[in-house]
């Protein structure tokens, strides 16, 4: 059944970088606050560091919850689920940080995502340093058919500028600040790197 591994190489990491979905997971320290759990699957956007270390680019959309949680605590779990061949679930438990276009470790972050990956509407790159990583069984997780990546999110952020996109965030709630009052998102969107 379920086995817990000492870094994410060979088969582990082989399985992350295969799968189109996973799934992060954050929580603010108080007992009453939401727990937040949100879908990735734009491709390229994840990318393995080393054998401990995660990174996925962060874009524009609803809401920065993770982004709080991250800030306030540093606590995170990112969970991948085969849809396909041998039932498997992998997670990774660690300690995450954004990392924002104003910050000079950005540039080199970006650099080690696929080229084109990044797009319009990038507004952080979280950083995972894995505390524990595991798999278990995915026998109940049903078998799916991946078609392909959407494309609506890249096309409506592409159709922005710097500056729209900077409104864009400015103006939606739960993007300064989350659900539970904690600072997200710094605004005004600090500018890309050159």
């Known amino acids: 059944m379920g086995k817990q591994y000492e870094s994410i190489d060979g088969r582990l990491r082989q399985f992350i970088e295969r799968q189109p979905v996973y ?40 809401q920065a919850e993770t982004v709080a949680h991250l800030r306030e605590n540093g606590r995170i779990t990112l969970m991948w689920c085969a849809f396909d061949g041998p039932p498997t679930v992998v997670r990774v438990h660690g ?4 990392v924002f ?65 900077s409104a864009y965030c400015e103006g ?3 993007v300064r600040t989350s659900i539970d009052g904690l600072p997200a998102l710094p605004l005004p969107v600090p500018a890309r790197p050159a």
């Open 23 to 62: 799934f992060v997971a954050t929580a603010p320290l108080a007992g009453g606050g939401h727990v937040n759990l949100s879908p990735k699957g734009r491709s390229g956007t994840l990318a393995i560091l080393d054998e401990l270390t995660l990174a996925y680019l962060d874009f524009g959309g609803s």
């Open 101 to 165: 276009r104003d910050d000079p470790r950005f540039a080199e972050l970006l650099g080690r995502f696929e080229p084109g990956a990044d797009g319009a509407g990038l507004r952080a790159i979280v950083v995972v340093r894995a505390e524990r990583v595991s798999d278990s069984c995915g026998y109940a997780v049903p078998f799916m058919d991946y078609r392909g990546d959407r494309d609506l999110h890249a096309q409506y952020f592409d159709r922005k500028g710097e500056e729209q996109f």
């Open 95 to 98: 300690r995450g940080e954004p």
């Open 172 to 174: 939606k709630p739960l």
